[in-house]
């Protein structure tokens, strides 16, 4: 027989040896050819082929839901019992302690003895299993071909603690004995059914009880996966590493348990929490690829809540945050409601940790799928960041030198292009100039301009490895579609000789401009809450117009062909073939027709009387007035009101943050590049790996080292002038100082306001425009580009609570349906108990006759025996 549970693990992570049966006999007469084995009492493999036949002969899980049907559950409960009432048997007919021992000494595929092949099977009695020891007390210490002990099999196929604690008090040695794979008993107990379940929740107990009826024991002391665990760790297993470097506390990050296993293991090896395997994840990354379990939101609460500091910021061999495996782990369709809640509640945990803002963790926010992206930005820390970051210098100045450009192009590229036409379509005329090579000049400029700053981002995002998010950002290929059309139009310009035409020429600089003009629009997308919802509304619409758009477009099709259709070879018709200077009737020609029907949809009806010389085309007409005039062009009005509703009022702030969560990342990325350029070059900062780069002293003389990205302002020059200029407009100022009218301070103050308000601070602000922002004081900055954090709108406390109804019904559903199946498997078990007792019944009943008819024939025995005498 396979080694079933060997192959579950090693594909899958869940032993288990009831799913391998290829064809499935009948279990009553597997059982009855195995007894007649063992009457023959010369068979030492018979009680290893009693528990091998009902291995193979185990009914197997749904494969939709990894459990037993209800109808196979009770005869899965049949054949275990039977099971166990045949090794009971066999042990009570062969009281000979060589046969016993030479029987449980039997080994068969894979090494494999009657004991292990117990352990495999489902919750195996405490009583079988201490008979099986005390036959050969040496089959406990046997590993198998896998380097398997009984007690690996038992702790991955969820047997009972008392079991787990018989085969420990045998062999104590086994807790920390490793398989093939340096795998301990104590790995293998996290692929238990039960180990995420905690103990403590009943309807958690209600439900392992229902699934899980073939336990009989009521005494639930020491089943519990915390005791459990403090059995298999109290001699260093949670130390030791498998071949991946993994300890049990990755384990248990990975495949999920509850808070009081996390503390057992971390009780026994403290040091565990922050331990890397071969990879360098530890545990908090194993847990967060793994968000989408059940039991994950409670390991990654309880990971942050012991050492956050030393465990959230920590990069794996990869270079990877926890936070970029929860993003390559979590692409769930809409369906899958449970796991993207538990994935976004991981990721809300984490957040709330505040990890550092370096420029690989704003990368990985990026890169979330965009359902988990919404709600990573209106997270408090995350528009912290992207506010502190977006007023700094650099960004500042990105921000203005873009919008600069921006204009700068659009204005030297219209006086280029309306000299360039003149000379093109004017150039007999001896008072037309040639374009300016200086204006040309400019628009080549600002054209290297953007060409430079996308090489550097496209450079960045390299650096970070995340160069993908540049080819989905359509942003992106906005700006590179311009850059080129500017670098191609500038050079036809600078030679003012059309590649083409010069028709071709203006049609392409239409284009140009109106891809310039998006580009504005795009730059204030980030900027502007307001240009954001308006940007992204439009998509929005858009996307929910797809199924209207299609049908409005068959309608048309349709009512332009049948009035087409009606009017073709007509007197109408006929008259405008004759009289070509004439105004053509518009359903003579279908494109004409269909141009028509298109400009009665926007309201351009015309002479509704052309239609009165066929009924029919009346009827068409009317038709026509009410289905797509009246009652479409309504339709379209109620859909695009109600989807910019959606995006205004529900995802304003996700959509405003999102957009700024790129720029600053992309700045970020940059800042990035420059960094590592200077370490190359011997010019970065100094000192050990993961060392401090940002210091400040304390007022006692103790350094503080700053979160990197997220430093505190300190007052600095320039923010400390800018609040000395603004202190002089204080209202309080004079009653502060006590100044009055009638003193001569009074007139310094007023002369030094005037000066300030009139001369320094518009030179201050000119300067600092000058400058792109760069001298700028930090409060002009955060003034222009700093916005509040999003609040919970009225609409999202009323989508909340939706929610969270719709969810209570749900789960409401779900225990009904729940009572209902139990309640179905309780009858069900009740009338097959009814009947095993009916069967008894008469089984005890015909006994009773065999009986009666025994004594009687006894007794007319002895009376005939006493007539004779």
């Known amino acids: 027989m396979a080694d079933l549970v060997g192959r579950t693990i090693g594909a899958g992570g869940r032993g288990g040896g009831r799913g391998v049966a290829s064809s499935m006999r009948s279990s009553n007469n597997s059982n009855n050819n195995a007894r007649s084995t063992m009457s023959g009492g010369s068979d030492v493999s018979a009680l290893y082929n009693l528990v091998e036949s009902a291995m193979f002969n185990m009914p197997q899980p749904d494969p939709a839901t990894n459990e037993l049907r209800p109808a196979e559950l009770g005869r899965m409960r049949e054949m275990l019992q039977q099971t166990w009432d045949g090794i009971r048997e066999w042990l009570a007919a062969h009281p000979n302690r060589n046969d016993r021992q030479n029987a449980a000494m039997h080994q068969g595929q894979f090494l494999t003895t009657t004991l292990h092949m117990v352990c495999k099977l489902t919750d195996p009695p405490v009583d079988v299993v201490e008979s099986l020891i005390e036959c050969s007390e040496e089959t406990v210490m046997w590993p198998d071909s896998n380097g398997w002990l009984p007690l690996h099999h038992a702790c991955a196929n969820g047997a009972s603690g008392k079991v787990l604690a018989v085969l420990v008090e045998a062999y104590p040695e086994g807790k920390i004995k490793q398989d093939k794979r340096y795998r301990t008993p104590l790995h293998f107990a996290f692929f238990r059914k039960d180990a995420h379940e905690d103990k403590m929740n009943l309807k958690a107990d209600a439900r392992k009880s229902s699934m899980n009826p073939l336990n009989d024991d009521e005494d639930d002391v020491g089943n519990s996966m915390p005791e459990i665990v403090a059995l298999l760790a109290d001699s260093g297993a949670a130390e030791l590493q498998d071949e991946g470097g993994m300890i049990p506390m990755h384990y248990a990050s990975a495949y999920g348990t509850t808070r009081e296993v996390l503390e057992v293991l971390l009780e026994v090896y403290p040091e565990s929490i922050t331990k890397r395997e071969n990879k360098g994840r530890n545990p908090l990354h194993l847990a967060m690829v793994n968000a989408h379990r059940k039991s994950s939101p409670k390991v990654v609460g309880f990971l942050l809540e012991v050492n956050a500091a030393e465990i959230i910021n920590v990069h794996d061999d990869d270079s990877h945050l926890p936070i970029h495996l929860l993003s390559m782990a979590s692409k769930f369709p809409e369906e899958k409601v449970m796991e993207r809640k538990n994935a976004s509640i991981c990721l809300k945990l984490y957040l709330n940790a505040r990890p550092k803002a370096t420029a690989d963790f704003l990368t990985a926010i990026q890169t979330l799928p965009e359902w988990l992206r919404d709600i990573a930005v209106i997270n408090d820390h995350i528009q912290n960041i992207l506010n502190h970051k977006i007023v700094q210098r650099f960004p500042t100045m990105i ?20 000299q360039t036409i003149d000379y093109l379509f004017r150039g007999d005329d001896d008072t037309v100039t040639p374009t300016s090579p200086g204006l040309v000049f400019l628009t080549f400029v600002a054209g290297a301009y953007f060409l430079l700053r996308e090489m550097v981002q496209i450079i960045s995002l390299m650096a970070l490895g995340n160069a993908g998010s540049w080819m989905g950002d359509m942003g992106n290929w906005l700006d590179v579609t311009l850059i080129s059309l500017v670098f191609f139009f500038g050079g036809v310009m600078f030679t003012n000789s059309p590649l083409v035409n010069e028709d071709t020429f203006r049609s392409g600089a239409a284009i140009t401009k109106g891809i310039m003009w998006m580009s504005v629009i795009s730059f204030l997308k980030s900027t502007q809450v307001e240009f954001s919802v308006f940007v992204s509304g439009v998509f929005y619409v858009v996307q929910r117009l797809a199924a209207f758009l299609l049908a409005l477009a068959l309608i048309l099709l349709m009512f332009s062909q049948m009035f087409y259709i009606i009017y073709a070879q007509t007197d109408e018709c006929t008259c405008t073939a004759e009289n070509a200077d004439a105004n053509p009737f518009p359903h003579c020609d279908f494109k004409w027709s269909l141009l028509k029907v298109y400009t009665m949809l926007m309201g351009e009806i015309g002479n509704e009387m052309r239609y009165s010389t066929l009924p029919i085309a009346q009827v068409l007409y009317i038709a026509f007035a009410f289905l797509v005039v009246i009652l479409l062009s ?26 700024r969560l790129d720029f600053v990342a992309e700045m970020d990325a940059i800042k990035n590049v420059g960094k590592r350029i200077r370490a190359c070059c011997g010019k970065g900062s100094s000192g050990a790996p993961g060392a401090p780069t940002n210091v400040r002293e304390t007022p006692n003389g103790e350094p503080i080292a700053l979160v990197e990205g997220l430093e505190e302002k300190g007052p600095g020059k320039f923010r400390a002038g800018w609040q000395s200029l603004m202190n002089l407009f204080d209202r309080n100022l004079y009653e502060t100082y006590d100044v009055q009218p009638s003193s001569i301070e009074f007139w310094c103050y007023v002369l030094i306001r005037f000066g300030a308000f009139f001369f320094v601070i518009p030179l201050w602000l000119l300067i600092g425009l000058c400058t792109a922002g760069w001298l700028w004081p930090p409060q002009v900055r955060e003034w222009l580009f700093q916005q509040k954090k999003a609040a919970i709108s009225r609409a999202d406390m009323a989508q909340e609570v939706t929610n969270q109804i719709n969810q209570l019904k749900t789960e409401i ?42 004594m009687v024939t006894l007794l007319d025995m002895s009376r005939d025996n006493l007539g004779t005498r």
């Open 399 to 418: 921000l203005i030198l873009d919008f600069v450009f921006l204009i700068m192009v659009i204005v030297v590229f219209e006086i280029t292009t309306s």
């Open 634 to 659: 309504n339709v379209l009005i109620a859909i695009v009101t109600d989807s910019y509703g959606v995006i205004k009022n529900e995802r304003s702030a996700m959509v405003f943050w999102a957009n």
């Open 813 to 854: 559903m779900k225990l009904r349906i729940e009572m209902k199946g139990e309640m179905k498997r309780d009858r069900n078990e009740f009338a097959a108990l009814k009947t095993e007792v009916e069967a008894i019944q008469a089984e005890v009943m015909a006994d009773l006759l065999q009986v009666k008819e025994i």
